[in-house]
């Protein structure tokens, strides 16, 4: 970044304000003006200082309303797993929670049929859910399951959904491959997901395949990108 000694003091000045308090979360922070006659520095150097923080994602800047700390996300989801979000939300100390949306036995689309490759006339299950930790919207979830009607779905309100499936050989889950993208605003479901205007989503879409390789489960959740970090361990490969 910044080979500019004034904009790093300013910068590691303001880290300073962060981590000892006096700069606190949902509040904005003080204005480039401010800052200036508090320190004696140039807003010149001060609005790269900003512009350098938003950068590293410690602060962000709220449309009209000035920067503000960026909260650090309270879930982690483990892409190189196969975790439940009942099981992420669980791990960081807050209870699981379900708003049942619809849970329906649907004639699958000509998309749906490609992706669980299914080439006759069989109905799927389709569910869809808002998630919720300690009450509050985190996940909305689209689950299109190869079972109508799905064996033990009533119990979809309190257990996981993969937990419920992995009671049936046939849709015992033994791996998924997936893909993430970033959503700026979708009305319906940021609405759902009571998201603020300048929140964005993480879509997340897996598709799930028991142990002879079939597509068992097709499912779209998108993560409140405010709630919910992506973690991943890589390692290089010779």
């Known amino acids: 970044m910044s080979v500019n000694h004034e904009v790093v003091f300013i910068k590691d000045w303001i880290l300073e304000q962060i981590n000892n308090g006096k700069f606190l979360k949902h509040q904005p922070l003080p204005s480039q003006y401010e800052i200036s006659r508090i320190i004696d520095k140039s807003r010149d150097d001060i609005e790269l200082a900003f512009h350098e923080l938003v950068t590293e994602q410690i602060i962000t800047e709220h449309f009209q309303e000035g920067y503000f700390i960026k909260s650090k996300a309270l879930f982690l989801y483990p892409v190189d797993e196969l975790k439940s ?3 992420m939300i669980e791990k960081a100390g807050q209870s699981a929670g379900t708003l049942m949306i619809s849970h329906d036995i649907e004639q699958p689309s000509i998309d749906d049929k ?13 569910i869809e859910r808002i998630r919720t930790a300690d009450d509050v919207p985190i996940v909305y979830c689209l689950d299109k399951i190869d079972a109508a009607p799905l064996k033990g779905s009533h119990d979809i309100m309190t ?23 970033a959503i700026a605003y979708e009305p319906y479901i940021s609405n759902a997901l009571q998201c603020t205007p300048e929140e964005s989503l993480l879509l997340f879409k897996q598709i799930h395949y028991n142990a002879e390789h079939q597509p068992i489960l097709y499912s779209l959740n998108y993560f409140k990108s405010s709630q919910v970090r992506f973690v991943i361990k890589r390692t290089k490969k010779n």
């Not at 419920?164 to 997936?178: F, G």
């Open 85 to 87: 979000i009942t099981q």
């Open 114 to 126: 490609a992706i669980l490759k299914i080439t006759d006339d069989r109905a799927i299950t389709v």
């Open 159 to 181: 257990h996981s959904l993969l937990e419920i499936m992995d009671r049936t050989e046939q849709l015992k889950v033994e791996y998924a491959e997936s893909e993430i993208e």
